[in-house]
T-cell receptor
Framework: DAKTTQPPSMDCAEGRAANLPCNHS???????VYWYRQIHSQGPQYIIH???NNETNEMASLIITEDRKSSTLILPHATLRDTAVYYC????????????FGKGNQVVVIP | DAGVTQSPTHLIKTRGQHVTLRCSPI?????VSWYQQVLGQGPQFIFQ???????GRGNFPDRFSARQFPNYSSELNVNALLLGDSALYLC??????????????FGEGSRLTVL
């Protein structure tokens, strides 16, 4: 079962930052937070992952709270192509390839 | 560079039949995983293979089986198909070995419809 809680859906404005929340209150010390997204009719796409430090790459930033019970994925400048289902997943070191996806957050970027 | 390729992209079967789905990982990737995605749900883990050995299995019946070949490609087999097996079957490959972190690269999937 998924160990994360995300809103089922949210809208965000094109060109603005999109902040996607995720709760993972039962996360263990050796579990990472992964984010993937799935654009309609495509396979999931990796976005970013982290353990406890904030992470940034060319796609997004990941902010993890100090107690690691929640995190936020930030898309700095949302575009229409960012419309997708976003999955927040927690997985331990040995579960790298076996990710427990939940239902995700359907994000719609509005012009 | 070619990504993860899966075949066939779409297929229709009838109940009781057998199906074989194929996956070619990204060149150099030795780890392959299979996921089932039913409409409206997130992907569910079925199998993980690394270096031709099964490294993990999800909560699926024995009708589901898989194998990985010396060239690291993989097949997923499902016997005695049920209506509930209708889903998108996703293959993912990874450069990292089990026990290390890294990203999974997913294919576009094989959409199976069971009538």
């Amino acid at each position: 079962d998924a160990k994360t809680t995300q809103p089922p859906s949210m809208d965000c404005a094109e060109g603005r930052a999109a902040n996607l929340p995720c709760n993972h209150s039962t996360i263990s010390g050796n579990e990472y937070v992964y984010w993937y997204r799935q654009i309609h009719s495509q396979g999931p796409q990796y976005i970013i992952h982290g353990l406890k430090n904030n992470e940034t790459n060319e796609m997004a930033s990941l902010i993890i709270t100090e107690d690691r019970k929640s995190s936020t994925l930030i898309l700095p400048h949302a575009t229409l192509r960012d419309t997708a289902v976003y999955y927040c997943i927690v997985s331990n070191l040995y579960g790298n390839n076996r990710l427990a996806f939940g239902k995700g957050n359907q994000v719609v970027v509005i012009p | 560079d070619a990504g993860v390729t899966q075949s066939p992209t779409h297929l229709i079967k009838t109940r009781g039949q057998h199906v074989t789905l194929r996956c070619s990982p990204i060149s150099g990737h030795k780890s392959v995983s299979w996921y089932q995605q039913v409409l409206g749900q997130g992907p569910q883990f079925i199998f993980q293979y690394y270096e031709k050995e099964e490294r993990g299995r999800g909560n699926f019946p024995d009708r589901f089986s898989a194998r990985q070949f010396p060239n690291y490609s993989s097949e997923l087999n499902v016997n005695a198909l049920l209506l509930g097996d209708s889903a998108l079957y996703l293959c993912a490959s990874s450069l990292v070995r089990p026990g290390n972190t890294g990203e999974l690269f997913f294919g576009e999937g094989s959409r199976l419809t069971v009538l």
